[in-house]
């Protein structure tokens, strides 16, 4: 079993900057560690993952340029820096870690989930 909580949402307006923390009980070093949102009346959608054991990224082009996945291994955490906040982007945001191996933003891979952060982008 692996625990996550994630932290950081809130009220920003368009153009604005918030930095999400995903904190684990472990990250193994073969996890995928992803980061997805959900808006009202709309499906889960991959944001960004990152490997655990190389640091490789990959994010969805909705994002891309906007928004950076990093971590620290030794605070098992892993953050989803995002910049220039558009109205669009207000969701929850989950993350969630997979032990598929490889980068991967789709949903059904993911094993474990944190409860969600809500972040809305607003004026």
């Known amino acids: 079993q692996v625990q996550l909580v994630e932290s950081g949402g809130g009220f920003v307006q368009p153009g604005g900057s918030l930095r999400l923390s995903c904190t684990a009980s472990?990250?193994?070093?073969?996890?995928?560690i992803g980061w997805f949102r959900q808006a009202p009346g709309k499906e889960r959608e991959g944001v960004s993952c990152?490997?655990?054991?190389?640091?490789?990224?990959y994010y969805a082009n909705s994002v891309k340029g906007r928004f950076t996945i990093s971590k620290d291994n030794a605070k098992n955490t892993v953050y989803l820096q995002m910049n220039n906040l558009k109205p669009e982007d207000t969701a929850v945001y989950y993350c969630?870690?997979?032990?598929?191996?490889?980068?991967?933003?789709?949903?059904?891979?993911?094993?474990?989930w944190g409860q969600g952060t809500q972040v809305t982008v607003s004026s």
């Open positions: 969630a870690t997979g032990l598929m191996g490889r980068l991967s933003i789709r949903p059904r891979e993911y094993d474990y």
């Open positions: 472990t990250f193994a070093l073969d996890y995928t």
């Open positions: 990152i490997s655990s054991s190389d640091g490789s990224t």
